[in-house]
T-cell receptor
Framework: DSGVTQTPKHLITATGQRVTLRCSPR?????VYWYQQSLDQGLQFLIH???????AKGNILERFSAQQFPDLHSELNLSSLELGDSALYFC?????????????FGPGTRLTVL | AQKVTQAQTEISVVEKEDVTLDCVYE???????LFWYKQPPSGELVFLIR??????QNEISGRYSWNFQKSTSSFNFTITASQVVDSAVYFC?????????????FGKGTKLSVKP
């Protein structure tokens, strides 16, 4: 158990809908990273938050957004969902925003868009 | 451009065999970090090891060992006396100190199947 929690574990929804994925980092970790794992793209970095502020964006679509709240939990919002958004979404946390820190991953949320 | 290549898509071995998973990386940063993660069939990503670019010492942890060679830009992972529980997808990842904000760049993964 990494100490990172993600809810829900599974999510099934329809095209055009909007969903919110939630992540609670390990106790004391200030950084949260979101990644998407799909069969064709592999594991791709989406976005990084540190202590409530956005630090970096990766291959994140404009239809996707995220935020980190004062209690350090983070939410990833996916809107106008398409079939291709079906994937496993991971969040990871690390102690600080220092580059090179180990990132500990949550169990993931499996999103299926029908 | 930064990149991680795991050329072996799938490897199948019989229990007790040794197996090496290859990882080759590309980066222009002089300071960077390399990682290995394990993804068992249950789906979670488990951290195994981190190395920084200034530390080329090989590392051993039980049946696991890692060989980092800057000269060939490789960070290979060997499992000695493999066991069925080692069956998983293994990912090598790179984090650059200068050119990123700490996010990981993953290889495509190597699926290891250990048969009894």
């Amino acid at each position: 158990d990494s100490g990172v929690t993600q809810t829900p574990k599974h999510l099934i929804t329809a095209t055009g809908q909007r969903v919110t994925l939630r992540c609670s980092p390990r106790s004391g970790d200030l950084s949260v990273y979101w990644y998407q794992q799909s069969l064709d793209q592999g594991l791709q970095f989406l976005i990084h938050y540190y202590n409530g502020e956005e630090r970096a964006k990766g291959n994140i679509l404009e239809r996707f957004s995220a935020q980190q709240f004062p209690d350090l939990h983070s939410e990833l919002n996916l809107s106008s969902l398409e079939l291709g958004d079906s994937a496993l979404y991971f969040c990871a946390s690390s102690a600080t925003g220092v580059r090179g820190n180990e990132q500990f991953f949550g169990p993931g949320t499996r999103l299926t868009v029908l | 451009a930064q990149k991680v290549t795991q050329a072996q898509t799938e490897i199948s071995v019989v229990e007790k065999e040794d197996v090496t998973l290859d990882c080759v990386y590309e980066t222009r940063d002089t300071t960077y970090y390399l990682f290995w993660y394990k993804q068992p069939p249950s789906g979670e990503l488990v951290f195994l090891i981190r190395r920084n670019s200034f530390d080329e010492q090989n590392e051993i942890s039980g049946r696991y060992s890692w060989n980092f060679q800057k000269s060939t830009s490789s960070f290979n992972f060997t499992i000695t006396a493999s066991q069925v529980v080692d069956s998983a997808v293994y990912f090598c990842a790179l984090s650059e100190a200068q050119r990123s904000q700490g996010n990981l760049i993953f290889g495509k993964g190597t699926k290891l199947s250990v048969k009894p």
